[in-house]
């Protein structure tokens, strides 16, 4: 059975840091690429930031680009995005889904599996 779990999100103030995690089982890890995206309340999903299969390509959505940091670890099977300098806009749940090659797009449909996600709310 394929999961994949995301954790780290919470409560953090305006310019404060998160590092979210997602711990993948199930599947061939380092054959897909993985991505996290996010849905703020009352907004469309949002394509944040992908990883290539071996960790050698990043890719950054424009909103996040210089505040993120995406990696992952193939031995422990996690992918992590680190979230630098939070602003509001960044409050949202956070889902990470996996993909044979990373595409740039929010569509469910482009992926092979999806998480929970995990939520942050930045806030004062």
């Known amino acids: 059975e394929v999961q994949l779990i995301e954790s780290g999100g919470g409560l953090v103030q305006p310019g404060g840091s998160l590092r979210l995690s997602c711990a993948a089982s199930?599947?061939?890890?380092?054959?897909?690429?993985m991505t996290w995206i996010r849905q703020a309340p009352g907004k469309d999903l949002e394509w944040v930031s992908g990883?290539?299969?071996?960790?050698?390509?990043?890719f950054y959505a424009d909103s996040v680009n210089g505040r993120a940091t995406i990696s992952r670890d193939n031995v422990g099977q996690i992918v992590y995005l680190q979230l630098d300098n939070l602003e509001s806009e960044d409050t949202a749940w956070y889902y990470c889904?996996?993909?044979?090659?990373?595409?740039?797009?929010?569509?469910?449909?482009?992926?092979?599996?999806w998480g929970h996600g995990t939520q942050v709310t930045v806030s004062s």
């Open positions: 889904a996996a993909s044979p090659v990373v595409v740039r797009t929010a569509k469910r449909t482009a992926y092979n599996w």
């Open positions: 990883i290539s299969g071996n960790g050698g390509a990043v």
């Open positions: 199930g599947f061939t890890f380092t054959e897909y690429s």
